[in-house]
Each structure stands twice: as C-alpha cells, then as structure tokens.
C-alpha cells in the first residue's frame, strides 16, 4: 500500500496528460519553457534558501551524482558501438535521465519533505552536467556562459548565496515561492504524459535497448560508487532511484535543437519512459527497504 500511495500520484497524472494528449496537436513549447524559466526555478531556490538546507552537507551526495551520470555514459560507449547508432544519438539519453519530470515527485512522495533538498542537489548535478558536457557532445561551440545565464543556474547560485549567508527570506516571500516551485511538479508530470502520445515505434530497437541499458548503466555505477562514499541511508536511497531513472524528456529537446537524430532519440526517451512503468515499482520497493 505504501509503495502504491507512492506511485499512483505520479503514474496518475502522466497518464491523465497522455489522456488528454491523445488525438490533439499540443503545442507544449510555452509550457516547457514556463516550467523551465519559472516554476523550476522557484523550486530550486526555495529548497535551497531554506533555513534546513546546508550545502556542504550533500557534497558526498552530488559526487555520488557525477560518478553516475559520467560512469552511464562510458558503459554506454561500447553499446552505441555495438547497436552501430551514432555516439551523440545514443549516450547522452543514457546518461541524462529524468530527474525533474519523474525524479524529485517519486523522491518528494516516497521520502516526504526530507528528501527535497537531496532530491534537487541530484536534479541540480543532472541538469548542469547536461546543459554544459551534454551541449558540449552535440555542438563542440557551446560555452559556459551560456549555461550560467539560464534561469535554473541563476537560481540555483542565488539560491546558495541566500543559503550561505545564513539569511532567511521573509516567511511570506518564501510561501509565495514555494507555491510556485510546487507547482512545477504536477505540470512537469502532465507534459511527460502529453508528450507519451509521440511514441515512434519505427526506430523500436534502439529505444527497446536504451530502455533496459539506461537504469541498467545507472543502478551498476550506483553499485560501484556506494561503497567509496560516506552516504546516509536516505542518501543511498535517493542514489539509488537516481540511478535507475529513464532517460530525461531534454534529451529530446537538445536533439531537436541540435539536429542530432531527433526521431530516433524520440523513441529512447519515450519508450524508456514507458519502461519505468515496471522498472521504478521494483527499485523503489528496495529503497524503501
């Protein structure tokens, strides 16, 4: 039952989104970028300018983040390799995964408020690894000023400073904010729904194996890496489901932006989302251990 009270939020709202996405040309660019420029954001800087947040005390955690999503990408190399898809096609979803759409709301659920800030330290590793080395692998121009202008990093340095500096925001501003980054993760979950009715069954093969190697690559490197960090046990837990997420719905977007394959990076995304149908239930349940 707890495991279902889990999971039914989330998988509810992905299927009421593919619900009303069946059928209609939805056009999700305003709402990704609403989610993206402001609810995201306000998440980020609410978990971070809390009071409860220290910063040093997730460092081994955020290590523990790096190691997978670097260690997923170089078990990855040789698949790409093997399945003869292109480099830039195959292992960036592999080591990108959902940590904003599917992560944070089965981390939040599973674990209570308690879980927030870990589960935005691992968000914040994902998303600033994908948005500088992730750019990096499919156009070799990108450069770091870029990434420090998006309103996620702003954020996210802001809301360090605030943390830093042992300020606290006035209880109002801090509710007002809150209310908005609470926000992100319903509408984060209804558009991976929508964007489920774009499944591409032409390239099934390819999205088949990322399905299985992307959690597969992520639960080996959390293996690996455990032992060699000093991790509270709802650390592990958090690792652990980071590691076995699907592959992030950015990754789609990056490949359209950057002309990489989009269609075939499509089906990984979509049918690794689908996967995580049956794969999450049973990581979850040991996490939950």
């Known amino acids: 039952m707890r ?44 978990a971070l300018a809390s009071k409860s947040f ?6 081994q955690l955020a290590l523990g983040g790096v190691a997978v999503v670097l260690g997923s990408g170089l078990l990855a190399y ?14 960036p979803p592999m080591m990108f995964n959902n940590s904003g759409n599917m992560g944070i709301p ?6 209570g408020d308690a879980a927030l800030a870990g589960a935005v330290v691992l968000f914040l590793v994902e998303m600033f690894l994908h948005f500088s080395l992730g750019a990096y692998m499919l ?15 702003i954020a996210t340095l802001l809301g360090i ?10 209880t109002p501003l801090h509710t007002a904010v809150k209310m908005v980054g609470d926000a992100s993760i319903p509408v984060l ?4 729904g929508v964007r489920l009715n774009e499944v591409s069954f032409k390239d099934w093969r390819i999205g088949v194996a990322g399905a299985l190697l992307c959690p597969a690559t992520g639960l080996a490197m959390v293996a690996l890496v455990t032992p060699f960090i000093l991790l509270t046990p709802l650390e592990q837990s958090l690792l652990l489901i980071f ?44 996490a939950l251990q």
């Open 3 to 46: 495991l279902l009270s889990i999971l039914f939020p989330v998988f509810a709202i992905i299927g009421l989104g593919w619900w009303y996405g069946r059928g209609k040309r939805l056009d999700l660019g305003v709402t990704n970028q609403i989610a993206m420029d402001v609810l995201v954001p306000a998440l980020v800087f609410a």
């Open 54 to 59: 220290d910063l040093t005390r997730y460092a």
């Open 78 to 91: 040789p698949f790409a390799r093997l399945l003869k898809v292109q480099l830039k096609t195959f292992v």
């Open 106 to 111: 089965l981390m939040v659920l599973a674990f």
């Open 139 to 153: 156009d070799h121009r990108m450069r770091l000023a870029q990434l420090l202008r998006t309103p996620v990093m």
């Open 161 to 170: 400073t605030v943390s830093l500096s042992g300020l606290s925001l006035p």
């Open 189 to 192: 979950l209804f558009a991976l």
């Open 243 to 286: 590691g076995a997420l699907p592959p992030a719905v950015l990754n789609y977007l990056m490949a359209e932006q950057y002309r990489q394959e989009p269609q075939r990076v499509a089906s990984i995304v979509l049918l690794g989302n689908l996967a995580a149908l049956a794969i999450m239930p049973v990581v979850l349940a040991f």
